[in-house]
């Protein structure tokens, strides 16, 4: 195989300009949500249930910070209550929340766990918490740091660093709590705002920093740009440039804001893309992919979020997860390892037929319907060319084996643009 031939798409003129103007959009808009700074005595409260597989969940987290600058990190108490369902008084406070809809427990137990606990500033106060069968609460603290999941790095970083008290968040993202926009102090008067990921429990941070840095010089890949630490060493996150179209995914929202009919994405919506711009984005895509299994990279977990749509008008892969998974977009011997897979390359053609699906679609994920398995075959609406619905359908072959190299798919990309 040639891999000097191996590139991002070039676009004729026009369709450049479509490309570059969809990676820009003027505004931001949600799930992008500016930082509201104006006086709010307490962050938005987050509730985490604990499923169970049949029936209403097991338990619940919720977490908010009382008195935080919402623009600079690790400011006000961080509070997180945790409560399992009470089997020994069915009639609680907990239970109540638990059963309700998606409801966290309600204000007045918040309040009286507060007034037993006094959350520190700066600190993060985690609380377990139950109703006792004579009715009184069982509050138990425990004060740690504000952020627990920021770590010492297994092995060092040639990263730069910037400080994480010299970032301000301008923006946060709805659909993933842990990442937001921030300019840095010194530049807050420039443009030059960067996407912040912070570390969290699952969140392979040294597996991807470590791969990231050994990784060649190529232009597929959109990578960290810096290191986050505080004044102790301790590693928050990292740091990319950011991208304002951001994922293909949203990309795909943002463009048809009214495609959701409540359960689930209308195919065959209008196209507002040209085709050109989406081969285009679809040769981007496969050419990562071809790259990566040309240097035995499986990429992992590939699909339209993890494809973020540059400013330059190309698409480039983020969030590399050997081993990581989303259900939908697993091919069926993938699945059937799960949750122990670690991904194949011919996994990564399942993925990768699947996000071509979407990009010709313009919807910005597979349609599963009630199951968490993609509906096969696959729909198509009309305009969309033969030879690349029988090259997509190749990629989601039940059989491994039948389905074409990432090469092959570049190739035959490449060849009808
Ligand atoms: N550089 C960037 N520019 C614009 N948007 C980005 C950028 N990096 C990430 N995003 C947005 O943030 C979302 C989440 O990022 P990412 O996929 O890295 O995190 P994640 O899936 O939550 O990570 P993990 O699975 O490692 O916890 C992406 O789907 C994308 O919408
Ligand atoms: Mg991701």
């Known amino acids: 195989m040639s891999q000097q031939k191996l590139g991002l798409s070039l676009l004729p003129l026009g369709a450049l300009v479509e490309a570059v103007a969809l990676g820009n959009p003027l505004q931001l808009i949600p799930p992008w949500i500016p930082i509201d700074s104006t006086g709010h005595s307490r962050s938005e409260l987050m509730l985490t249930t604990w499923d169970s597989p049949d029936g209403p969940p097991d338990g619940a987290d919720i977490s908010f910070v009382i008195d935080p600058d919402p623009e600079v990190f690790g400011t006000g108490a961080a509070v997180h209550i945790r409560y399992p369902r009470n089997r020994d008084v069915l009639e609680c406070a907990e239970n109540t929340a638990l059963d309700g809809e998606g409801t966290p427990l309600d204000k007045d137990t918040i309040e009286l766990i507060l007034d037993r606990v006094q959350p520190k500033q700066g600190a993060r106060t985690t609380v377990d918490f139950k109703t006792l069968p004579e009715g009184s609460l069982s509050v138990k603290a425990n004060v740690g740091p504000f952020y627990p999941d920021a770590r010492v790095l297994a092995s060092p970083s040639s990263l730069p660093s910037v400080l994480l008290s010299s970032l301000r968040r301008t923006h946060k993202l709805s659909s993933a709590p842990h990442v937001c926009l921030v300019k840095t102090i010194s530049d807050a008067v420039s443009d030059d705002v960067r996407v912040f990921k912070r570390c969290t429990h699952e969140f392979g941070l040294d597996k991807e920093l470590q791969f990231m840095t050994r990784l060649p010089d190529v232009d597929f890949v959109l990578r960290p740009t810096h290191l986050v630490l505080d004044e102790a060493g301790l590693v928050h996150g990292t740091l990319s440039d950011a991208h304002p179209a951001s994922s293909l995914s949203l990309t795909m929202e943002r463009l048809h804001p009214l495609a959701f009919d409540g359960s689930g994405w209308l195919a065959g919506t209008t196209p507002s893309v040209s085709w050109l711009v989406k081969l285009g984005w679809a040769t981007d895509v496969a050419a990562a992919v071809a790259w990566l299994h040309a240097q035995s990279i499986v990429w992992g977990d590939l699909k339209t979020d993890n ?3 540059c400013k330059d008008g190309h698409c480039r892969l983020i969030d590399y997860c050997p081993g990581g998974y989303t259900l939908g977009w ?24 699947l996000v071509l699906w979407c990009i010709a679609m313009e919807v910005p994920t ?35 084996g039948r389905r074409p190299s990432a090469w092959r798919v570049y190739e035959s990309l490449l060849a009808s643009g």
Request: proline share 8%; net charge negative; charged share 25%.
């Open 307 to 309: 494809i973020v749509l």
């Open 366 to 400: 597979v349609d599963t319907g009630e199951e968490d398995t993609v509906r096969l075959p696959l729909e198509w609406s009309e305009g969309i060319p033969g030879w690349f619905q029988t090259l997509v359908s190749s990629c989601v072959e039940d059989e491994p």
């Open 330 to 353: 697993c091919a069926p011997e993938v699945e059937a390892e799960l949750p122990h897979s670690k991904g194949s390359v011919k996994g990564d053609i399942f993925a990768l037929g």
